[in-house]
Each structure stands twice: as structure tokens, then as C-alpha cells.
């Protein structure tokens, strides 16, 4: 029986991040994604220049339609752009009983427009997170949930505590802005747990990691993995398509999602039958 994943999140016209990147991310780690678009975004490798949020009748009918047929063994959100989307969202997790959530509380793209309105911040720590089994802010993005600023190690570790305290069961404070090689901080109610898969990648092709990242903790809940096994799936998955990245674009051009899969041939080739 295939293992499902739920992706509820922003559509990425240039197909880097949002959706796009996290149905990339399912199959290449061997689960059937399905998905809920929040947002349709005019999007490439430089910048964000119109978004469209998606009514919430349309996304709360998304939702049941998958859910009610399909199923997901685990789900993750990413673009949630305003409280009545995270409401309507909430609602749902709670109605169709999902237990595997991962939230990524992405707010603010690569090119630094921002995807997430000010009044709902709020509503995304209080109706939210409360229902997730993994949270995976990034070093801004736990400053705004924690209400602190992150300067140090330590920082990060109190930070990873404050956000638990709203009630998700692990958090993990990524370390992909921090100094010096990106080790992530998992923190399950009681010990902090390093995660780290190597050197920091030289690489300008950083579009989607937070998506991808996040999509492939997904995958490995979906499969059956406990939380910290899918953490470090994920870490290393990730990693290898930074390393295996190209450019499609003047900005920054996203990571290579099926770099196992394309590694026998040139990219842009196709394999001969």
C-alpha cells in the first residue's frame, strides 16, 4: 500500500519552492503527494511579483476533497498567508484527524518578499502549532514565533523552547542562517538534539530549501519514520540537491530534487530507453 503526503501550501510558478517543490520532494522519496493551494504566486529566481490568495471556501473544499478520498499519512503546511486561511486550515487538521503535521512557518520568500501577514502571526501560534507534530522555522522566522532576537547557539535552544511552549510536539530551529556550518537544532519537550549532515554547501542555489526541507520530514513521518530518524533523512536528502544544484535563472535558481534519480545522465538529457 503506497504511503501518501499532503502538501498545503502556495503555488510556486517557478516551480522552486511552495508546492511545486514539495509534490518534487514526495516523489522523489518514494510517497504519492497530493496538495491544497493556498496561494497562486507570479514567482521566479529573482523575486515575487504579484500573489493571489485562493478564497477559503476553495481551499476548505480542497481539503475535504483530498482528505475524504485520498487520505495523507502525513501532512505538512507552507504558505498560509493570512488568520482566515490558517483558520480554515486548522479546522480541517482538526476535523480529518491528522496527527503527522508538519508546519513551516514560511514567512518571507528567498528573494525577500514576505508571504505571511503581520495580524497573522498570531493565529499562526495559536491555532496552529498547537496541532503540529514538527515545526521547522528558520533563524528569522523562530525570532518572530519565540518574540526574541537569536544571536548565538543558546539563543536558538531558548528560542526552540518558547516555541514548544505553543504547543507543538518537536521544533526544529534550522541553522541555515546561522555562522559557520548549518547545524539544526531539534528540541522534543526536554533535550536538544543536534542535526547536522556536513559542511555548509557554496552554492547561490538556496531557492526552496525551507520547503524542501520540511517536505521531506513529511515523507519520512508518511513512511513511517519517527520524528529525529526523518529529521536526518531529511537533512542529508537535502543537502545532496544543494550539492547537486544548477542554475535556471539570474537569482537564486532552487535545489535539484531528483538528484539521485538524473545522476546517470547530463542534466537536460534523457536517458535512452
Same mark, same amino acid.
Given at each position: 500500500?503506497?504511503?501518501?503526503?499532503?502538501?498545503?501550501?502556495?503555488?510556486?510558478?517557478?516551480?522552486?519552492?511552495?508546492?511545486?517543490?514539495?509534490?518534487?520532494?514526495? #516523489?522523489? %522519496?518514494?510517497?504519492?503527494?497530493?496538495?491544497?493551494?493556498?496561494?497562486?504566486?507570479?514567482?521566479?529566481?529573482?523575486?515575487?511579483?504579484?500573489?493571489?490568495?485562493?478564497?477559503?471556501?476553495?481551499?476548505?473544499?480542497? %481539503?475535504?476533497?483530498?482528505?475524504?478520498?485520498?487520505?495523507?499519512?502525513?501532512?505538512?503546511?507552507?504558505?498560509?498567508?493570512?488568520?482566515?486561511?490558517?483558520?480554515?486550515?486548522?479546522?480541517?487538521?482538526?476535523?480529518?484527524?491528522?496527527?503527522?503535521?508538519?508546519?513551516?512557518?514560511?514567512?518571507?520568500?528567498?528573494?525577500?518578499?514576505?508571504? %505571511?501577514?503581520?495580524?497573522?502571526?498570531? #493565529?499562526?501560534?495559536?491555532?496552529?502549532?498547537?496541532?503540529?507534530?514538527?515545526?521547522?522555522?528558520?533563524?528569522?522566522?523562530?525570532?518572530?514565533?519565540?518574540?526574541?532576537?537569536?544571536?548565538?547557539?543558546?539563543?536558538?535552544?531558548?528560542?526552540?523552547?518558547?516555541?514548544?511552549?505553543?504547543?507543538?510536539?518537536?521544533?526544529?530551529?534550522?541553522?541555515?542562517?546561522?555562522?559557520?556550518?548549518?547545524?539544526?537544532?531539534?528540541?522534543?519537550?526536554?533535550?536538544?538534539?543536534?542535526?547536522?549532515?556536513?559542511?555548509?554547501?557554496?552554492?547561490?542555489?538556496?531557492?526552496?530549501?525551507?520547503?524542501?526541507?520540511?517536505?521531506?520530514?513529511?515523507?519520512?513521518? #508518511?513512511?513511517?519514520?519517527?520524528?529525529?530518524?526523518?529529521?536526518?533523512?531529511?537533512?542529508?536528502?537535502?543537502?545532496?540537491?544543494?550539492?547537486?544544484?544548477? #542554475?535556471?535563472?539570474?537569482?537564486?535558481?532552487?535545489?535539484?530534487?531528483?538528484?539521485?534519480?538524473?545522476?546517470?545522465?547530463?542534466?537536460?538529457?534523457?536517458?535512452?530507453?
Amino acid at each position: 500500500m503506497v504511503r501518501k503526503a499532503l502538501t498545503i501550501a502556495g503555488s510556486d510558478s517557478g516551480g522552486g519552492a511552495g508546492i511545486q517543490a514539495d509534490l518534487k520532494t514526495f #516523489a522523489a %522519496l518514494g510517497v504519492y503527494g497530493s496538495s491544497v493551494i493556498t496561494a497562486i504566486t507570479a514567482q521566479n529566481t529573482v523575486g515575487v511579483t504579484a500573489v493571489h490568495e485562493v478564497p477559503t471556501a476553495i481551499i476548505g473544499a480542497q %481539503l475535504d476533497a483530498v482528505l475524504g478520498d485520498i487520505g495523507a499519512d502525513a501532512a505538512k503546511t507552507g504558505m498560509l498567508s493570512s488568520a482566515p486561511i490558517i483558520a480554515v486550515v486548522a479546522a480541517a487538521v482538526r476535523r480529518h484527524g491528522l496527527t503527522r503535521l508538519v508546519v513551516d512557518p514560511v514567512m518571507v520568500a528567498k528573494s525577500g518578499d514576505r508571504l %505571511l501577514r503581520e495580524d497573522a502571526v498570531a #493565529a499562526l501560534r495559536e491555532e496552529l502549532l498547537p496541532l503540529a507534530l514538527v515545526v521547522t522555522p528558520n533563524i528569522p522566522e523562530a525570532e518572530v514565533l519565540a518574540g526574541m532576537t537569536i544571536g548565538d547557539d543558546e539563543d536558538r535552544r531558548e528560542a526552540a523552547r518558547r516555541i514548544a511552549a505553543y504547543g507543538p510536539r518537536y521544533v526544529v530551529v534550522k541553522g541555515g542562517h546561522a555562522a559557520g556550518d548549518p547545524i539544526d537544532f531539534l528540541y522534543d519537550g526536554a533535550t536538544i538534539v543536534p542535526i547536522a549532515s556536513g559542511p555548509r554547501v557554496d552554492t547561490p542555489n538556496t531557492h526552496g530549501t525551507g520547503c524542501t526541507f520540511a517536505a521531506a520530514i513529511t515523507a519520512g513521518l #508518511a513512511r513511517g519514520l519517527e520524528v529525529e530518524e526523518a529529521a536526518r533523512e531529511a537533512k542529508g536528502y537535502l543537502t545532496a540537491a544543494l550539492r547537486a544544484s544548477y #542554475a535556471v535563472g539570474a537569482g537564486h535558481s532552487p535545489v535539484h530534487h531528483f538528484h539521485a534519480w538524473w545522476a546517470a545522465a547530463p542534466v537536460g538529457m534523457v536517458r535512452e530507453r
